[in-house]
């Protein structure tokens, strides 16, 4: 995992080019699912593969050392492929607060929200919600932010593509409210075409005071492995005198 320190910045930014080398990294994994990087490739990318149990997880997580009051705004940004298919299994994308394998926000029936973690903000897509589309979620304190919702139906790439890579990036300001960005362009959950600051921001997305890691998560939804392709993964805040 490669950071840079130029001055008055702090970044990570990992291409995932060195074959087998997780440093930096906690590969968290369940019943014979993997997380590995692919090793020769053009580019470079780390393939998530879940177990064959319905439940099964795997994911990546970085350090705990973002937090959005501390040289904000804070941004991540990741290159996410569902490989093969879209359907069967559920996907966080973004920042929480435990290294360990947890799914911090999940979608359910009727779109109902389930936050294991105390405080995360991401993306999320579960094939398990009604919508079948992706969320931008955000739990802070264990309070779920009030605006999570389906990302509105005007924006075109809301629903993930198979075998085809998505830019997923939040800029999160120093009062934990989050703006979201997919292949560029800004989306959220409000019905206003042109939006005004607070239709376009998550209010209350995260806890701004608490030190965050980045992460990407795959769940099947079945009794089959799912493959989810991260193509890198991007972090950045100012850096503190």
Request: proline share 3%.
């Amino acid at each position: 995992m490669a950071t840079r320190t130029p001055f008055g910045r702090v970044e990570l930014w990992d291409d995932f080019l060195l074959s087998a080398d997780l440093t930096g990294w906690n590969d968290n994994t369940e019943n014979s699912g993997t997380a590995a990087i692919s090793a020769n490739v053009e580019d470079g990318y780390m393939d998530l593969i879940t177990g064959t149990t319905d439940g099964n997880r795997s994911q990546i997580t970085g350090e705990r050392v973002w937090r959005a009051e501390s040289g904000g705004p804070l941004i991540f940004e990741a290159g996410v492929v569902m490989i093969t298919a879209i359907t069967l299994r559920a996907v966080f994308v973004g920042f929480t607060d435990l290294t360990t394998i947890e799914m911090p926000i999940e979608v359910g029936a009727s779109d109902a929200l389930t936050t294991t973690a105390t405080d995360a903000v991401g993306f999320s897509y579960d094939t398990a919600s009604d919508a079948d589309r992706r969320f931008l979620v955000g739990v802070d304190s264990d309070v779920d932010a009030a605006g999570s919702a389906v990302v509105a139906a005007r924006f075109t790439q809301r629903l993930p593509v198979a075998g085809t890579d998505q830019a997923l990036r939040m800029v999160i300001s120093p009062n934990g409210e989050a703006t979201f960005y997919i292949n560029g362009l800004m989306v959220n959950t409000g019905s206003n075409l042109t939006g005004w600051l607070h239709d376009e921001m998550l209010d209350n997305a995260v806890s701004a005071n608490v030190n965050l890691c980045p992460t990407v998560l795959i769940e099947t939804r079945s009794a089959a492995a799912v493959t989810g392709r991260v193509d890198y993964i991007y972090c950045h805040k100012g850096r503190n005198p």
